[in-house]
């Protein structure tokens, strides 16, 4: 359970990250984005917790009360809720990048499909789109954005030692597909991860046309 004084010192607060992070979700929910019961967000609190959706609610229909929270290593600390069956790649996130705030997680068609055509390839180079600017630290089109590709599975320790791999490879890492299934993408705080998230699908689309229209 939450600790008497976090509940009376940051109640406001963490009804207003609560309600973001709904209101996000509605938003892609919209676009849609989150088909079914899919994707997952969170938010950063503070080193000790994380605000993430509660698992299995339909993401068009969130409100603050579909957002629960957990500790830094992805124990729920309400037992009486269950977070998304991913925490711990939202886990990872936080751990591993500390200007992390947020991460979102959707299955946008086009995501979808970017995740299958370019599984063998292990990776998307985006070069020469204004876009890439989009994403914090590219400050020219003229560069290469790399979105790595990972092999699914229902095994998540499996899933957060490739992402793991690749950081400890040395490799910027601003977001990742994963074969199948969607895109991760964050930010330093919503605003940004949505930013990073919309770039990349927009870029992931730009890419598919391409081939499309050249083959």
Known sequence: MISAAHSTSDDGRL????????????????RGWTPATS????ARVDHDRIAITVSGRDKGRLDAADIMLIDAAGNALD??????????????????LADAGAVLH?????QTVASRLYAGAGS???????????????????????????????????????????????????????????LYAWGRDLTEALRHL??????????????????
């Open 106 to 110: 959707t299955h946008s068609r086009t």
């Open 39 to 42: 994707s997952n967000f969170s």
């Open 124 to 182: 998307v180079r985006f070069e020469g789109w204004e876009l890439q600017k989009a994403i914090s630290g590219h400050t020219t089109h003229a560069g290469v954005l790399e979105l790595p590709v990972f092999p699914n599975t229902q095994h998540m320790p499996e899933l957060v030692a490739h992402v793991d791999a690749w950081l400890d490879a040395g490799k910027p890492l601003n977001g990742y597909l994963i074969d199948g299934h969607g």
């Open 15 to 30: 009804l207003q990250l609560r309600t973001a992070l709904a209101e996000v979700g509605r938003d892609l929910a919209a």
């Open 198 to 215: 919309e770039a990349l699908d927009f870029l992931l689309g730009c890419e598919l046309d391409l081939r499309r229209l050249s083959s």
């Open 79 to 96: 037992a009486r809720q269950r977070p998304s069956a991913e925490t711990a790649l939202h886990v990872q996130i936080y751990r591993r």
